[in-house]
């Protein structure tokens, strides 16, 4: 299969890789989009988006990702569902293998991949969150979905706690389950959940199970499994956040771009440039701090924008 070329080849589907092809589509770049199965992103597991700007009465968020996606083929961006299996940096175009589409190369490469929040893998989890039954991992997105609730927040780090005292401003009680019994949070987040009034503590236990009635897919209570006991007992919630972790899509690069202790890519001070000259990272990829659909999307505008400026300068080799 011969291989297909793009001055700009963006990795990913979400707000970021969308951005970016809107703006290199608009700079006449003609740029590739390449995406795997999850076509969207993170915004596909959630239902209504009520903080994305521009929206006065929310947004359902694959509908926002369909909407991102026709504005970017408009304006002339290649979409192609292809899985990547492997990357060359080593040389320019550099080049990106994939399992069913053969070899793409390009001048620029913009990393848009993404991040995944780590779920417990319970097969009622899954099947209530695809729902939209009250399973969640961000309490940004969610949390006003579950005013007067009484939630369970899994886990025992600084998103944890965060998200616990995020929850509580509409929340009636916030316990969080944790599998230890000493925080891993920063000191400073810990106390500052430890002494909110809405905020209990259940220790040394884990969700086992997540219960609805008879099938409805929403969320009436979660089973605990005391980690010293085995004793399991059945906690009634209103709405569980699973906060153990993201997981950066960053297989790929590893060994071939700069990563963070957490395993995010480096980008270099308020740039999205990598340490590979021509490739730029954007979305949650690069960072682990903010993850909003709304700060993807400006930094995939800026990975557009610096790819666009790095050809100029580059254009004679
Ligand atoms: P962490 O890895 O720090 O914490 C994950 C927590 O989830 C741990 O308590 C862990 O338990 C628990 N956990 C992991 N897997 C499971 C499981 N399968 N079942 C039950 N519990 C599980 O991730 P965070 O997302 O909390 O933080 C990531 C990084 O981001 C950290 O460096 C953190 O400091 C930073 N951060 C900073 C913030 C801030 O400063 N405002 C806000 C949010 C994050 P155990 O402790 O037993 O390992």
């Known amino acids: 299969m011969p291989s297909q070329h793009a001055k700009v080849l963006i990795l990913g589907s979400g707000p970021a890789g969308w951005t970016a092809a809107i703006y290199a589509a608009r700079a006449n770049l003609e740029p590739t989009v390449l995406h795997g199965p999850a076509r969207g992103g993170q915004l596909m597991l959630t239902t209504e988006v009520e903080n994305y700007p521009g929206f006065e009465h929310g947004i359902m968020g694959p509908k926002l990702m369909e909407l991102f996606e026709a504005q970017a083929v408009r304006f002339g961006t290649k979409v192609v569902q292809a899985w990547a299996t492997e990357v060359d940096l080593g040389k320019r175009p550099f080049t990106v293998k994939t399992l069913t589409d053969g070899d793409f190369t390009c001048d620029t490469l913009i990393v848009a991949t993404g991040a995944e929040a780590r779920w417990l893998n319970l097969p009622n989890e899954t099947r209530i969150r695809d729902a939209g ?160 659909a709304v700060t993807a999307a400006g930094t995939g505008c800026m990975a557009a924008i610096d790819a666009e400026r790095w050809l100029e300068a580059h254009a004679h080799g």
């Open 133 to 292: 039954g009250g399973v969640s991992a961000c309490a940004t997105c969610d949390g006003a979905f579950f005013k007067n609730k009484e939630l369970v927040v899994v886990g025992g780090g600084d998103t944890a706690m965060e998200e616990a005292n995020f929850l509580t401003r509409y929340a009636s009680k916030v316990t969080v389950v944790h599998r230890r019994d000493k925080l891993r949070a920063s000191k400073i987040m810990a106390d500052r959940a430890q002494a909110n009034p809405k905020i209990a503590f259940v220790w040394d236990s884990e969700v086992v199970d997540v219960l609805d009635t008879n099938g409805n897919k929403r969320i009436r209570a979660v089973v605990l499994e005391n980690y010293k006991t085995k004793a399991r007992t059945e906690f009634a919630c209103g709405g569980l956040f699973v906060a153990i972790g993201h997981k950066p899509n960053t297989e790929l690069f590893t060994g071939k771009l700069d990563l963070d202790a957490k395993g995010y890519l480096v980008t270099q001070g308020k740039t999205t440039y990598t340490n590979v000259p021509g490739v730029f990272a954007c979305g949650d990829v690069q960072d682990s701090v903010y993850r909003q």
